[in-house]
Protein backbone atom coordinates (compact mmCIF):
# COMPACT_ATOMS: atom_id res chain seq x y z
CA UNK A 1 0.00 0.00 0.00
CA UNK A 2 3.06 2.45 0.84
CA UNK A 3 4.96 1.41 -2.41
CA UNK A 4 1.56 2.45 -4.22
CA UNK A 5 1.67 5.54 -2.82
CA UNK A 6 4.99 6.98 -3.03
CA UNK A 7 4.40 5.91 -6.69
CA UNK A 8 1.06 7.87 -7.11
CA UNK A 9 3.13 11.24 -5.29
CA UNK A 10 5.87 10.39 -7.90
CA UNK A 11 3.82 10.34 -10.85
CA UNK A 12 1.67 13.29 -9.98
CA UNK A 13 4.98 15.15 -9.16
CA UNK A 14 6.24 14.78 -12.79
CA UNK A 15 3.54 17.19 -14.31
CA UNK A 16 4.62 19.59 -11.77
CA UNK A 17 8.59 19.35 -12.58
CA UNK A 18 7.62 19.82 -16.34
CA UNK A 19 5.56 22.79 -15.72
CA UNK A 20 8.12 24.71 -14.03
CA UNK A 21 10.09 23.67 -16.65
CA UNK A 22 8.53 25.77 -18.85
CA UNK A 23 7.90 28.22 -16.58
CA UNK A 24 11.71 29.23 -16.50
CA UNK A 25 12.97 28.17 -19.65
CA UNK A 26 9.75 30.69 -20.58
CA UNK A 27 11.40 33.28 -18.23
CA UNK A 28 15.06 32.54 -19.48
CA UNK A 29 13.70 32.95 -23.15
CA UNK A 30 11.85 36.64 -22.30
CA UNK A 31 14.74 37.86 -20.56
CA UNK A 32 16.91 37.01 -23.27
CA UNK A 33 15.25 38.62 -25.97
CA UNK A 34 14.59 41.77 -23.87
CA UNK A 35 17.88 42.03 -23.33
CA UNK A 36 18.81 41.51 -27.13
CA UNK A 37 16.30 44.55 -27.89
CA UNK A 38 18.18 47.09 -25.28
CA UNK A 39 20.91 45.88 -27.23
CA UNK A 40 22.56 43.93 -24.11
CA UNK A 41 22.80 41.27 -25.87
CA UNK A 42 23.70 39.90 -29.73
CA UNK A 43 20.58 38.78 -31.79
CA UNK A 44 21.79 35.55 -33.56
CA UNK A 45 20.70 36.72 -36.96
CA UNK A 46 21.83 39.82 -38.88
CA UNK A 47 18.35 40.29 -39.88
CA UNK A 48 16.53 40.59 -36.69
CA UNK A 49 17.20 41.94 -33.47
CA UNK A 50 15.35 39.62 -31.53
CA UNK A 51 16.02 36.16 -31.43
CA UNK A 52 16.09 34.45 -28.37
CA UNK A 53 18.49 31.42 -27.86
CA UNK A 54 17.13 30.43 -31.92
CA UNK A 55 18.48 32.12 -35.55
CA UNK A 56 14.60 33.52 -36.31
CA UNK A 57 12.30 34.92 -34.17
CA UNK A 58 9.39 32.84 -35.84
CA UNK A 59 10.43 29.66 -33.60
CA UNK A 60 11.73 32.27 -30.31
CA UNK A 61 7.84 33.46 -30.61
CA UNK A 62 6.32 30.24 -31.37
CA UNK A 63 8.40 28.78 -27.81
CA UNK A 64 7.04 31.84 -25.74
CA UNK A 65 3.53 31.20 -27.14
CA UNK A 66 3.94 27.36 -25.45
CA UNK A 67 5.31 28.51 -22.21
CA UNK A 68 2.54 31.41 -22.29
CA UNK A 69 -0.90 29.25 -21.29
CA UNK A 70 1.55 27.32 -18.54
CA UNK A 71 2.42 30.48 -17.14
CA UNK A 72 -1.08 31.81 -17.45
CA UNK A 73 -3.15 28.68 -15.75
CA UNK A 74 -0.70 28.81 -12.86
CA UNK A 75 -1.64 32.83 -11.98
CA UNK A 76 -4.86 32.26 -12.20
CA UNK A 77 -5.16 29.07 -10.46
CA UNK A 78 -3.29 30.85 -7.15
CA UNK A 79 -5.11 34.37 -7.82
CA UNK A 80 -7.47 34.40 -5.35
CA UNK A 81 -5.19 32.73 -2.61
CA UNK A 82 -2.59 33.91 -0.35
CA UNK A 83 -0.27 35.71 -2.37
CA UNK A 84 3.22 33.62 -2.11
CA UNK A 85 6.64 33.76 -3.50
CA UNK A 86 5.14 31.47 -6.67
CA UNK A 87 2.20 33.47 -7.50
CA UNK A 88 4.76 36.57 -8.04
CA UNK A 89 7.07 34.47 -9.83
CA UNK A 90 4.35 33.55 -12.60
CA UNK A 91 2.76 36.87 -12.30
CA UNK A 92 6.23 38.05 -13.66
CA UNK A 93 7.08 35.69 -15.83
CA UNK A 94 3.36 36.17 -17.44
CA UNK A 95 4.51 39.77 -17.58
CA UNK A 96 7.77 39.46 -19.49
CA UNK A 97 5.95 36.98 -22.13
CA UNK A 98 3.34 39.30 -23.28
CA UNK A 99 5.93 42.12 -23.35
CA UNK A 100 8.16 39.93 -25.48
CA UNK A 101 6.02 38.19 -27.48
CA UNK A 102 4.05 41.03 -30.04
CA UNK A 103 8.13 42.27 -30.77
CA UNK A 104 8.68 39.01 -32.36
CA UNK A 105 5.92 39.77 -35.20
CA UNK A 106 4.93 36.19 -35.74
CA UNK A 107 1.39 35.85 -36.50
CA UNK A 108 1.31 32.16 -35.90
CA UNK A 109 2.60 32.55 -32.57
CA UNK A 110 0.18 35.36 -31.73
CA UNK A 111 -2.97 32.78 -32.90
CA UNK A 112 -1.47 30.03 -30.78
CA UNK A 113 -0.45 31.78 -28.05
CA UNK A 114 -4.65 33.42 -28.14
CA UNK A 115 -6.28 30.01 -28.96
CA UNK A 116 -4.11 28.48 -26.04
CA UNK A 117 -4.90 31.48 -23.70
CA UNK A 118 -8.52 31.85 -24.64
CA UNK A 119 -8.81 27.71 -23.35
CA UNK A 120 -6.89 28.27 -20.09
CA UNK A 121 -9.24 30.91 -19.78
CA UNK A 122 -12.43 28.79 -20.66
CA UNK A 123 -11.43 26.31 -18.27
CA UNK A 124 -10.74 28.54 -15.19
CA UNK A 125 -14.20 30.28 -15.66
CA UNK A 126 -16.50 27.78 -16.93
CA UNK A 127 -18.90 27.52 -14.19
CA UNK A 128 -19.31 31.57 -14.64
CA UNK A 129 -20.01 31.24 -18.55
CA UNK A 130 -22.33 28.18 -18.33
CA UNK A 131 -24.12 30.26 -15.67
CA UNK A 132 -24.40 33.91 -17.81
CA UNK A 133 -25.43 31.72 -21.06
CA UNK A 134 -27.94 30.14 -19.09
CA UNK A 135 -29.31 33.75 -17.62
CA UNK A 136 -28.58 35.81 -20.70
CA UNK A 137 -29.26 33.95 -23.91
CA UNK A 138 -30.27 37.01 -26.01
CA UNK A 139 -26.94 38.30 -25.10
CA UNK A 140 -25.24 35.56 -25.15
CA UNK A 141 -25.70 35.20 -29.23
CA UNK A 142 -25.42 38.76 -29.69
CA UNK A 143 -21.90 38.40 -27.78
CA UNK A 144 -21.31 35.32 -29.72
CA UNK A 145 -21.63 37.09 -33.12
CA UNK A 146 -19.74 39.84 -31.87
CA UNK A 147 -16.87 38.09 -31.61
CA UNK A 148 -17.03 35.94 -34.38
CA UNK A 149 -17.06 38.92 -36.08
CA UNK A 150 -14.04 40.65 -34.02
CA UNK A 151 -12.42 37.32 -34.95
CA UNK A 152 -12.87 37.29 -38.45
CA UNK A 153 -11.89 41.07 -38.71
CA UNK A 154 -8.68 40.34 -36.79
CA UNK A 155 -7.98 37.43 -39.14
CA UNK A 156 -8.25 39.36 -42.08
CA UNK A 157 -5.97 42.00 -40.44
CA UNK A 158 -3.50 39.64 -39.51
CA UNK A 159 -3.59 38.30 -43.40
CA UNK A 160 -3.25 41.32 -44.76
CA UNK A 161 -0.55 42.50 -42.39
CA UNK A 162 2.04 40.16 -44.56
CA UNK A 163 -0.26 39.35 -47.61
CA UNK A 164 2.32 37.95 -49.84
CA UNK A 165 4.06 36.08 -46.85
CA UNK A 166 0.28 34.39 -46.10
CA UNK A 167 -0.18 33.92 -50.08
CA UNK A 168 3.12 32.19 -49.85
CA UNK A 169 2.02 29.85 -47.42
CA UNK A 170 -1.01 28.78 -49.19
CA UNK A 171 0.75 27.75 -52.33
CA UNK A 172 3.13 25.81 -50.32
CA UNK A 173 0.22 23.90 -48.57
CA UNK A 174 -1.44 23.47 -52.24
CA UNK A 175 1.94 22.37 -53.28
CA UNK A 176 2.89 20.34 -50.26
CA UNK A 177 -0.76 18.68 -50.96
CA UNK A 178 -0.20 17.43 -54.17
CA UNK A 179 3.26 16.25 -53.26
CA UNK A 180 1.80 14.01 -51.09
CA UNK A 181 -0.79 12.32 -53.42
CA UNK A 182 1.97 11.43 -55.30
CA UNK A 183 3.39 9.17 -52.76
CA UNK A 184 1.00 9.08 -49.52
CA UNK A 185 1.93 5.64 -47.65
CA UNK A 186 5.71 5.83 -47.42
CA UNK A 187 7.03 9.77 -48.03
CA UNK A 188 9.97 10.78 -49.01
CA UNK A 189 12.05 10.88 -46.55
CA UNK A 190 12.84 13.95 -44.04
CA UNK A 191 15.61 15.04 -46.27
CA UNK A 192 14.28 14.54 -49.11
CA UNK A 193 11.04 16.98 -48.75
CA UNK A 194 12.62 20.26 -50.08
CA UNK A 195 13.26 17.98 -52.97
CA UNK A 196 9.86 15.99 -53.51
CA UNK A 197 8.33 19.76 -52.99
CA UNK A 198 10.15 21.26 -55.93
CA UNK A 199 8.99 18.87 -57.92
CA UNK A 200 5.25 19.31 -57.07
CA UNK A 201 5.81 22.63 -57.80
CA UNK A 202 7.30 22.16 -60.99
CA UNK A 203 4.96 19.59 -62.09
CA UNK A 204 1.80 22.02 -60.88
CA UNK A 205 3.51 25.20 -63.18
CA UNK A 206 4.20 23.61 -66.02
CA UNK A 207 -0.03 22.95 -66.12
CA UNK A 208 -0.13 26.16 -66.55
CA UNK A 209 -2.89 26.77 -64.22
CA UNK A 210 -1.99 29.06 -61.37
CA UNK A 211 -2.06 33.01 -60.67
CA UNK A 212 -0.01 35.54 -61.06
CA UNK A 213 0.10 36.05 -57.43
CA UNK A 214 1.08 32.34 -57.17
CA UNK A 215 4.17 33.19 -60.02
CA UNK A 216 5.17 36.26 -57.43
CA UNK A 217 5.13 34.23 -54.17
CA UNK A 218 6.54 30.91 -55.08
CA UNK A 219 10.04 29.87 -54.12
CA UNK A 220 12.43 27.15 -52.39
CA UNK A 221 11.68 26.60 -49.16
CA UNK A 222 13.50 23.93 -47.02
CA UNK A 223 10.56 23.38 -45.37
CA UNK A 224 6.79 23.72 -46.45
CA UNK A 225 5.56 25.55 -42.96
CA UNK A 226 3.06 23.29 -41.62
CA UNK A 227 4.34 20.35 -39.82
CA UNK A 228 1.81 18.30 -40.25
CA UNK A 229 2.13 18.15 -44.36
CA UNK A 230 5.64 18.34 -43.55
CA UNK A 231 5.05 14.97 -41.53
CA UNK A 232 3.03 13.48 -44.09
CA UNK A 233 5.45 14.16 -46.92
CA UNK A 234 8.12 12.73 -45.12
CA UNK A 235 6.51 9.39 -43.55
CA UNK A 236 3.55 9.20 -45.20
CA UNK A 237 0.07 9.59 -44.23
CA UNK A 238 -0.13 6.56 -41.83
CA UNK A 239 2.56 8.06 -40.17
CA UNK A 240 0.99 11.38 -39.50
CA UNK A 241 -2.17 9.49 -38.70
CA UNK A 242 -0.40 7.69 -35.42
CA UNK A 243 1.12 11.08 -34.50
CA UNK A 244 -2.16 12.58 -34.46
CA UNK A 245 -3.56 9.82 -32.88
CA UNK A 246 -1.15 9.59 -29.67
CA UNK A 247 -0.79 13.79 -29.11
CA UNK A 248 -4.54 13.76 -29.57
CA UNK A 249 -5.14 10.75 -27.02
CA UNK A 250 -2.26 12.63 -24.73
CA UNK A 251 -3.82 15.74 -24.91
CA UNK A 252 -7.58 14.53 -24.33
CA UNK A 253 -6.29 11.95 -21.26
CA UNK A 254 -4.28 15.66 -19.86
CA UNK A 255 -7.64 17.33 -19.87
CA UNK A 256 -9.37 14.43 -18.08
CA UNK A 257 -7.06 14.91 -15.17
CA UNK A 258 -7.11 18.40 -15.10
CA UNK A 259 -3.48 19.49 -16.11
CA UNK A 260 -5.03 22.45 -18.04
CA UNK A 261 -1.92 24.16 -18.30
CA UNK A 262 0.37 21.68 -20.29
CA UNK A 263 -2.50 21.30 -22.16
CA UNK A 264 -2.92 24.64 -23.22
CA UNK A 265 0.91 24.29 -24.30
CA UNK A 266 0.00 21.15 -26.04
CA UNK A 267 -2.48 23.13 -27.69
CA UNK A 268 -0.57 26.23 -28.62
CA UNK A 269 2.04 23.55 -30.09
CA UNK A 270 -0.39 22.30 -32.16
CA UNK A 271 -1.94 25.44 -33.66
CA UNK A 272 1.84 26.80 -34.20
CA UNK A 273 2.98 24.03 -35.80
CA UNK A 274 -0.13 24.20 -38.66
CA UNK A 275 2.21 27.68 -40.48
CA UNK A 276 5.29 27.20 -38.84
CA UNK A 277 8.41 24.86 -38.98
CA UNK A 278 8.98 23.71 -35.14
CA UNK A 279 10.31 20.61 -35.46
CA UNK A 280 12.95 21.56 -37.19
CA UNK A 281 14.37 22.19 -33.69
CA UNK A 282 15.71 20.11 -31.10
CA UNK A 283 14.39 21.56 -28.46
CA UNK A 284 11.09 21.70 -29.80
CA UNK A 285 10.67 18.05 -30.04
CA UNK A 286 12.19 17.47 -26.56
CA UNK A 287 9.47 20.15 -25.11
CA UNK A 288 6.44 17.59 -27.03
CA UNK A 289 8.05 14.65 -25.49
CA UNK A 290 7.79 16.58 -21.81
CA UNK A 291 4.33 17.56 -22.89
CA UNK A 292 2.84 13.92 -23.79
CA UNK A 293 4.32 12.29 -20.68
CA UNK A 294 3.10 15.28 -18.42
CA UNK A 295 -0.29 15.07 -19.78
CA UNK A 296 -0.43 11.56 -19.72
CA UNK A 297 1.16 10.17 -16.91
CA UNK A 298 -0.85 11.46 -14.19
CA UNK A 299 -4.23 8.87 -15.77
CA UNK A 300 -1.87 5.96 -15.09
CA UNK A 301 -1.80 6.76 -11.18
CA UNK A 302 -5.48 5.50 -11.17
CA UNK A 303 -4.00 2.18 -12.40
CA UNK A 304 -2.96 -0.96 -10.39
CA UNK A 305 0.63 -0.73 -9.33
CA UNK A 306 1.30 -3.40 -11.59
CA UNK A 307 -0.24 -1.55 -14.96
CA UNK A 308 1.42 1.46 -13.67
CA UNK A 309 4.65 0.90 -13.49
CA UNK A 310 4.69 -0.59 -16.85
CA UNK A 311 2.67 2.20 -18.15
CA UNK A 312 5.40 4.73 -17.09
CA UNK A 313 8.11 2.87 -18.44
CA UNK A 314 6.12 2.25 -22.22
CA UNK A 315 5.58 5.81 -21.83
CA UNK A 316 8.90 7.48 -20.46
CA UNK A 317 11.43 4.95 -22.50
CA UNK A 318 9.96 5.87 -26.30
CA UNK A 319 9.99 9.19 -25.22
CA UNK A 320 13.44 9.32 -23.41
CA UNK A 321 14.89 7.00 -26.76
CA UNK A 322 13.05 9.22 -29.32
CA UNK A 323 14.70 12.49 -27.92
CA UNK A 324 18.54 11.05 -27.52
CA UNK A 325 18.43 9.41 -31.12
CA UNK A 326 17.06 12.96 -32.66
CA UNK A 327 20.25 14.78 -30.16
CA UNK A 328 22.36 11.97 -31.88
CA UNK A 329 21.37 12.46 -35.34
CA UNK A 330 21.94 16.43 -35.16
CA UNK A 331 25.15 15.69 -33.25
CA UNK A 332 26.76 13.65 -36.34
CA UNK A 333 25.77 16.18 -39.28
CA UNK A 334 26.64 19.08 -36.69
CA UNK A 335 30.05 17.50 -36.71
CA UNK A 336 30.19 16.49 -40.55
CA UNK A 337 28.76 20.29 -40.89
CA UNK A 338 31.79 21.52 -38.87
CA UNK A 339 34.19 20.23 -41.02
CA UNK A 340 32.75 21.26 -44.28
CA UNK A 341 32.61 25.17 -42.90
CA UNK A 342 36.61 24.20 -42.62
CA UNK A 343 36.67 23.08 -45.95
CA UNK A 344 34.61 25.89 -47.57
CA UNK A 345 37.48 29.00 -47.88
CA UNK A 346 38.48 27.36 -50.93
CA UNK A 347 35.01 27.57 -52.69
CA UNK A 348 34.39 30.82 -51.57
CA UNK A 349 37.99 32.33 -52.37
CA UNK A 350 37.56 30.49 -55.94
CA UNK A 351 40.02 27.66 -55.59
CA UNK A 352 37.61 25.19 -57.49
CA UNK A 353 40.17 22.46 -57.64
CA UNK A 354 41.21 22.37 -54.14
CA UNK A 355 37.67 22.99 -53.47
CA UNK A 356 36.44 19.92 -55.75
CA UNK A 357 39.37 17.60 -54.25
CA UNK A 358 38.46 18.43 -50.04
CA UNK A 359 34.64 18.23 -50.63
CA UNK A 360 34.81 14.78 -52.63
CA UNK A 361 36.25 13.66 -49.11
CA UNK A 362 33.07 14.18 -47.22
CA UNK A 363 30.64 13.94 -49.90
CA UNK A 364 29.15 10.27 -48.25
CA UNK A 365 28.49 12.02 -45.23
CA UNK A 366 27.00 15.60 -46.51
CA UNK A 367 24.70 14.25 -49.59
CA UNK A 368 21.82 15.50 -46.64
CA UNK A 369 22.82 19.01 -47.56
CA UNK A 370 21.79 20.79 -50.38
CA UNK A 371 24.00 23.86 -50.14
CA UNK A 372 26.97 21.97 -49.80
CA UNK A 373 26.03 19.47 -52.75
CA UNK A 374 25.07 23.07 -54.62
CA UNK A 375 28.70 24.41 -53.98
CA UNK A 376 30.49 20.62 -54.78
CA UNK A 377 28.63 20.75 -57.99
CA UNK A 378 29.22 24.12 -59.05
CA UNK A 379 33.07 23.52 -58.56
CA UNK A 380 32.79 21.08 -60.92
CA UNK A 381 30.86 23.18 -63.64
CA UNK A 382 33.59 25.55 -63.25
CA UNK A 383 36.09 23.12 -63.75
CA UNK A 384 34.77 22.37 -67.37
CA UNK A 385 33.87 18.55 -65.01
CA UNK A 386 30.21 18.25 -66.58
CA UNK A 387 29.37 14.26 -66.02
CA UNK A 388 30.73 14.88 -62.38
CA UNK A 389 29.05 17.86 -61.47
CA UNK A 390 25.91 16.66 -62.92
CA UNK A 391 25.84 13.52 -60.77
CA UNK A 392 26.62 15.70 -57.91
CA UNK A 393 23.73 18.52 -58.85
CA UNK A 394 21.06 15.60 -59.57
CA UNK A 395 21.92 14.30 -55.88
CA UNK A 396 21.53 17.71 -55.07
CA UNK A 397 17.73 17.66 -56.54
CA UNK A 398 16.72 14.89 -54.50
CA UNK A 399 16.99 17.37 -51.06
CA UNK A 400 16.89 20.74 -52.30
CA UNK A 401 13.39 22.21 -54.80
CA UNK A 402 16.27 25.30 -56.33
CA UNK A 403 16.11 26.15 -59.77
CA UNK A 404 19.28 26.78 -59.95
CA UNK A 405 20.18 23.35 -60.20
CA UNK A 406 18.63 22.95 -63.09
CA UNK A 407 20.28 25.64 -64.61
CA UNK A 408 24.11 24.16 -63.88
CA UNK A 409 22.89 21.13 -64.99
CA UNK A 410 21.57 22.82 -68.20
CA UNK A 411 24.70 24.71 -68.51
CA UNK A 412 26.85 21.74 -68.57
CA UNK A 413 24.76 19.57 -71.01
CA UNK A 414 25.57 22.86 -73.06
CA UNK A 415 29.05 23.24 -72.41
CA UNK A 416 29.00 19.07 -73.27
CA UNK A 417 27.42 19.70 -77.12
CA UNK A 418 24.37 18.18 -75.78
CA UNK A 419 21.67 20.71 -76.40
CA UNK A 420 18.21 18.81 -76.77
CA UNK A 421 19.73 17.99 -73.23
CA UNK A 422 20.21 21.86 -71.70
CA UNK A 423 17.35 22.92 -73.84
CA UNK A 424 14.95 19.87 -71.40
CA UNK A 425 17.16 20.83 -68.02
CA UNK A 426 16.40 25.18 -68.55
CA UNK A 427 12.98 24.59 -69.67
CA UNK A 428 12.21 22.59 -66.20
CA UNK A 429 13.51 25.48 -64.55
CA UNK A 430 11.30 27.86 -66.20
CA UNK A 431 8.42 25.68 -64.63
CA UNK A 432 10.00 25.24 -61.29
CA UNK A 433 9.89 29.20 -60.42
CA UNK A 434 8.62 31.13 -63.37
CA UNK A 435 9.00 34.09 -61.90
CA UNK A 436 12.77 34.14 -62.54
CA UNK A 437 14.58 35.78 -65.64
CA UNK A 438 17.71 33.82 -65.52
CA UNK A 439 16.89 30.58 -66.82
CA UNK A 440 15.22 32.47 -70.09
CA UNK A 441 18.17 34.45 -70.53
CA UNK A 442 20.10 31.07 -70.70
CA UNK A 443 18.00 29.76 -72.71
CA UNK A 444 18.47 32.80 -74.83
CA UNK A 445 21.95 31.50 -75.20
CA UNK A 446 21.30 28.30 -75.68
CA UNK A 447 19.05 29.05 -78.98
CA UNK A 448 22.08 31.48 -80.07
CA UNK A 449 24.22 28.51 -80.56
CA UNK A 450 25.19 28.23 -84.31
CA UNK A 451 24.66 24.31 -83.97
CA UNK A 452 21.36 24.80 -82.17
CA UNK A 453 20.52 28.09 -83.62
CA UNK A 454 16.31 28.41 -83.59
CA UNK A 455 15.39 32.46 -84.15
CA UNK A 456 11.92 31.94 -83.26
CA UNK A 457 12.43 30.60 -80.04
CA UNK A 458 15.66 32.63 -79.80
CA UNK A 459 13.05 35.80 -79.74
CA UNK A 460 10.76 34.30 -77.17
CA UNK A 461 13.20 33.89 -74.43
CA UNK A 462 15.15 37.27 -75.19
CA UNK A 463 11.38 38.81 -74.99
CA UNK A 464 10.70 36.95 -71.69
CA UNK A 465 14.51 38.63 -70.16
CA UNK A 466 13.40 41.46 -71.65
CA UNK A 467 9.48 42.38 -70.75
CA UNK A 468 9.33 40.26 -67.35
CA UNK A 469 8.87 42.34 -64.37
CA UNK A 470 11.32 40.40 -61.70
CA UNK A 471 10.78 41.34 -57.87
CA UNK A 472 13.65 42.82 -57.21
CA UNK A 473 15.53 45.60 -59.67
CA UNK A 474 19.24 44.36 -59.09
CA UNK A 475 22.56 44.95 -61.63
CA UNK A 476 22.35 41.12 -62.75
CA UNK A 477 18.94 41.76 -64.37
CA UNK A 478 19.95 44.95 -66.19
CA UNK A 479 23.37 43.17 -67.40
CA UNK A 480 21.24 39.94 -68.62
CA UNK A 481 19.12 42.73 -70.59
CA UNK A 482 22.40 44.08 -71.97
CA UNK A 483 23.38 40.92 -73.19
CA UNK A 484 20.30 40.12 -74.98
CA UNK A 485 20.18 42.98 -76.94
CA UNK A 486 23.68 42.67 -78.53
CA UNK A 487 22.92 38.96 -78.89
CA UNK A 488 19.83 40.06 -80.79
Not at 165 to 188: C, E, F, T
Not at 235 to 246: F, H, N
Amino acid sequence: MENSSFIKKALHGIPVLITWLFILAGAVEAVWGLAQVYGFTASNHSLYALTGSFYNPGPYSGFLAMTLPVCLYEWLKRRKEKKTVIYYITLSVLVLLICVLPAGMSRSAWMAGAVSSAYIAYMHYRKGIHAYIRCHPRRTKAGTILLILLAGGILAGVYLMKKDSADGRLLMWKVSVHAIAGQPWRGYGWDGVPGAYGQAQEDYFSAGDYTETEERVAGSPEYVFNEYLQVAMAWGVPVLLLVLLAVGGSGYAGHRQKEYGLCGALLSLAVFSFSSYPFQFLLFVIALALLVTGCTIKALSSQRPLVCMVGTILLLLPAGYGCYRVYRWKEVRETASVAWHRKQMFYRSGAYEQAAEVYAEIYEDMKWNARYLFEYGHALHKLHRHEESNVVMKEALRVSGDPMILNIIGKNEQEAGNYAEAEYWLIRSTHRLPGRIYPYFLLAKLYAEPDFYQREKLEQAARMVMEKEPKVQSTAIRQMREEIKKLL
